[in-house]
């Protein structure tokens, strides 16, 4: 199977005819269809799926659409004019109605399956059917395949209604949670972590559905009252939507013999992903080659990316919250927005999910991954069976993911401090900057966690680089000066450890800018690399909610706002957006639900 793109040229789409001329439906061309499926993809009640990769489904269109926002950087990016997305055809398609789209376009979406692991322990159970069969796209249905200069991209609609997958649910989306899918995925885009990306967002002015949420400044660890809500339907786009989990079914067949076709589609499954997202773009893994060899390369890209990924996560505060292998995308990008967050206060357990735990908290993400990528290589071997170098060579990249890892997180952390791991790596005095700098990093959490300081602020102000501890300062939550007494006492051992860390980190970055083998940096430069490295600006929750809550009345002014700033994460912005969306957490604010914690959001 080959996948193939056309030569990229520059176009601009102005209308749906212009978009539907870019149609190629590379996965149901390619890959097995549910035997059991209906062709007019009427299968919206709950059902098994034995095999097939996909479940061809019409998704429900919503009442009523109204246009809410659109990603203005992402539609220039892919050619598109601003004035379609408030276009009839284009609200009806990406609302849900495709049974009017032009040809080529396809008048049927898909739904694919997949398995469940967390934290690297396979669960059947949760499936309704106590058999694993049941796990899939409940509520996202893909609905268009298209090659857009070059570059091939999926978009699927999250909230189209159900599919075979729902588990009895109503396959809906509220206005809340898509807003905030919404902003947060062109926010990441931004931030230059890799991500699924927003294209539009509509709302229903006459259709709700009820959920359970928090009531006004609860502090109820889960939602304590049932509340009606706007349903809504945003799309999002990448280059495929495979999973972890979707390999892990797969495997799962092959390795039980379940179908006369499991191995055969285990492998078409592995090869579509190699297709999708290492052959065509990045140019990775050459089709030549073997399906052995193919897997081996495969396995190396992907912890590649899936170790950059997280530790960007940990650059900029971000906590994926229920990282399962069905929320871990092949393609080494952030997917699926339920309950995340980005963290205000530095805290290594933070975690905005309360079903969470500890196991997918903030600094213990780079250990959910290693159990997410141990399962994708489980998902590989049945294909490996016969070749026994091909897997010793797997094997050899499994047990090398926690050195990359380790890697990836020593390169991050050193450029958040103006560090350059390779001048510290090739000093004369390596032994030393070495030891100096894991001493720097050590005490630098025990300070930001004794403080506390809000993650964020801290490090944008450090890259500065003050001369003393004053503008570090606006980043600490506990400033005692107008405390008792004793509080000023502690208040003043603290500055003087702040300021000795602070004059070591200066040492240090001075002493690996000399020992560059290059040119010694000036610290204007370095300042001007950390701050692109270390964001002014992140999506906190608490400027989240005003704008899904003004949303309800059907003002969308903050969204915007909001759209404005979040996509502009590293830059000088203006005095008002400053003050507004510069600053520590307010106290009233810490332990609401919906604000610091939140139920896996719908």
């Known amino acids: 199977m080959t996948n193939r793109l056309p030569q990229k040229t520059s176009l601009t789409i102005s209308t749906l005819n212009d ?74 398609m990406f609302s849900g109605d495709i049974s009017q789209v032009p040809e080529p376009m396809r008048k049927v979406g898909w739904a694919s399956g997949y398995a469940l692991s967390i934290y690297g322990t396979e669960y059947i159970q949760q499936c309704p059917f106590q058999t694993g069969n049941g796990y899939g796209d409940g509520r996202a249905i893909s609905v268009l395949e298209a090659v857009i200069n070059g570059q091939r ?15 009895g649910a109503d396959g809906r989306a509220v206005l809340r949670s898509s807003i905030r899918e919404f902003l947060a995925q062109e926010h990441m885009h931004a931030l230059g972590v890799p991500t699924s990306r927003s294209l539009s967002l509509y709302v229903s002015k006459t259709e709700t559905v009820k959920r359970p949420w928090y009531s006004q400044g609860s502090r109820s660890e889960n939602p304590d009252m049932l509340i009606s809500e706007a349903v809504a339907i945003s799309t999002r786009v990448a280059p495929s939507f495979i999973r972890v989990g979707q390999l892990e079914l797969f495997a799962r067949r092959a390795r039980k013999n379940e179908h006369p076709k499991a191995m055969e589609e285990l492998e078409k499954i592995v090869l579509h992903l190699i297709d999708r997202e290492y052959a065509v773009a990045a140019d990775v893994v050459d089709r030549q080659l073997t399906t052995p060899e193919k897997v081996v390369l495969l396995a190396r890209e992907f912890q590649r990316r899936l170790t950059s990924l997280v530790a960007n996560w940990i650059r900029v505060g971000f906590c994926q919250g229920n990282f399962n292998s069905d929320n871990c995308a092949v393609g080494g990008f952030t997917l699926d927005y339920g ?119 801290f490090f944008r102000e450090l890259s500065s680089i003050p001369d003393d501890i004053g503008p570090l300062k606006k980043s600490f939550y506990n400033n005692m000066a107008h405390d008792s007494d004793p509080k000023k006492r502690e208040a003043k051992e603290m500055d003087k450890r702040w300021a000795a860390w602070l004059e070591k980190w ?30 002014k600006y992140i999506l906190r929750e608490w400027f989240v909610m005003p704008a899904y809550q003004q949303a309800t009345a059907g003002n969308y002014a903050l969204i915007r706002e909001l759209q404005d700033v979040m996509t502009q ?15 520590l957490k307010p106290p009233e604010f810490f332990a609401v639900g919906g604000l610091s914690h939140l139920s896996c959001s719908s």
Request: proline share 6%.
């Open 19 to 92: 978009l539907a001329k870019l149609a190629n439906y590379s996965l149901m061309d390619t890959l097995n269809c549910d035997p059991e499926a209906t062709e007019n993809g009427a299968d919206h009640a709950p059902r098994q799926i034995f095999s097939g990769h996909y479940v061809p489904v019409n998704p429900t269109p919503i009442k009523d659409p109204e246009y809410v926002a659109h990603s203005k950087n992402f539609f220039s990016e892919l050619g598109f004019a601003d004035s379609m997305a408030e276009s009839s055809d284009f609200v009806r």
């Open 153 to 167: 991209w999926e978009m699927q609609l999250k909230g189209g209604g159900r599919t075979p997958y729902c588990r």
């Open 339 to 457: 309950p995340f967050g980005f963290c205000d206060v530095f805290n290594p357990y933070y975690q905005p999910w309360t079903g969470g735990g500890r196991h997918f908290s903030f600094m213990n993400q780079p250990s959910a991954a290693q159990r997410n990528f141990d399962m994708f290589c489980s998902a590989l071997r049945p294909l490996l069976a016969s070749h026994q170098d091909c897997l010793l060579e797997l094997d050899e990249v499994q047990s090398g993911f926690s050195k990359v890892m380790h890697t990836q997180m020593d390169s991050m952390w050193a450029a958040k401090l103006g560090l350059d791991m390779g001048t510290l790596n090739t000093t004369s005095h390596q032994a030393l900057c070495k030891t100096l700098y894991k001493e720097l990093l050590s005490e630098l959490e025990t300070l930001m966690m004794q403080t506390p300081v809000d993650y964020t602020i």
């Open 506 to 535: 200066k040492t240090l970055l001075n002493s690996a800018s000399d020992a560059s083998a290059t040119s010694s940096r000036s610290n204007e430069e370095i300042s001007r690399q950390m701050k692109l490295v270390n964001p």
């Open 569 to 583: 994460p590293y830059a000088e912005q203006s005095k008002d957006m400053e003050d507004k969306y510069y600053r």
